[in-house]
């Protein structure tokens, strides 16, 4: 993630780019806290689809709703609802299937189980370029 300008960010991965925050005039964009609802959103409703289709089970359209809550002093998500809808009718037995593995998707596994975070530094004239710069931990 580098900054464009301003507030604006813009996020480079292997499938492509993506910008963060707001434009120079303003503009909201993509918010980090959206960023990871439709990652957590995303990975519940692709391992439940996979589910799905690896069982033939027709479950139809899906959609999975998130509403975080945020708390302050640290600022944070504090906790998330969803709701995953589906527009066929499921059996309990499938529900129950599809929830569970909704639960264990990459993210949701990755949010439930806090990951150990380390946070670096590195001052140099020209970012991207190794100058010899000075990393700070």
């Not at 303003?26 to 439940?48: F, N, W």
């Not at 689809?49 to 809550?69: F, H, R, S």
């Not at 589906?86 to 990951?115: G, M």
């Amino acid at each position: 993630v580098s900054r464009v300008s301003g507030m604006r960010l813009q996020g480079q991965t292997p499938s492509g780019t993506f910008y963060i925050d707001r434009t120079d005039d303003g503009v909201e964009e993509l918010r980090p806290t959206d960023l990871l609802m439709g990652s957590l959103g995303g990975c519940m409703a692709g391992t439940l689809l996979t589910l799905a289709n690896l069982q033939n089970w027709d479950i139809g359209p899906v959609n999975v709703e998130l509403e975080p809550v945020i708390a302050h002093r640290p600022e944070r998500i504090e906790s998330v609802a969803i709701k995953v809808r589906f527009a066929a009718d499921v059996d309990q037995r499938t529900a129950d299937h599809l929830l569970r593995a909704a639960k264990h998707c990459k993210i949701h596994n990755t949010l439930k189980d806090v990951p150990q975070i380390e946070v670096g530094m590195a001052f140099d004239a020209e970012p991207g370029l190794d100058t010899g710069e000075r990393w700070w931990d």
